[in-house]
């Protein structure tokens, strides 16, 4: 299976936005629940968002109604738009798949990236 490959992190002030993506190359990635997830130094990761292979998803309270989650099969992208960013929001965004179903649990997904750094600054 092609690796999973993120993009698109950055720094950002407050308040401000970015959009995060991951090249998912591969007729599996499209059947499994693809996830965002995210480790700051000294935590553990923790899920952010997630989306099935039917399009549903799901969200991290901490992150509902900030962040978007979407699939781009045709373009092989999985993608997350960030908005409203806060400085709790600073950490290593990584991408992973994975066959349980809509989970956030970080343990159920078998497949990483290799992370991409977001910070915010206040």
């Known amino acids: 299976q092609a690796p999973l490959v993120e993009s698109g992190g950055g720094s950002v002030q407050s308040g401000g936005s970015l959009r995060l993506s991951c090249a998912a190359s591969g007729d599996t990635y499209r059947k499994y629940t693809m996830g965002w997830f995210r480790q700051a130094p000294g935590k553990e990761r923790e899920g952010v968002a997630a989306i099935a292979s039917d399009g549903r998803t799901t969200y991290a309270d901490s992150t509902k109604g900030r962040f978007t989650i979407s699939q781009d099969n045709a373009k092989d992208t999985l993608s997350l738009q960030m908005n409203s960013l806060k400085p709790e929001d600073s950490a290593m965004y990584y991408c992973a798949a994975g066959s ?21 600054s206040s």
């Open 100 to 120: 349980a179903w809509l989970s956030l649990y970080p343990p159920h997904f078998g497949y990483w990236g290799q992370g991409t750094q977001v910070t915010v």
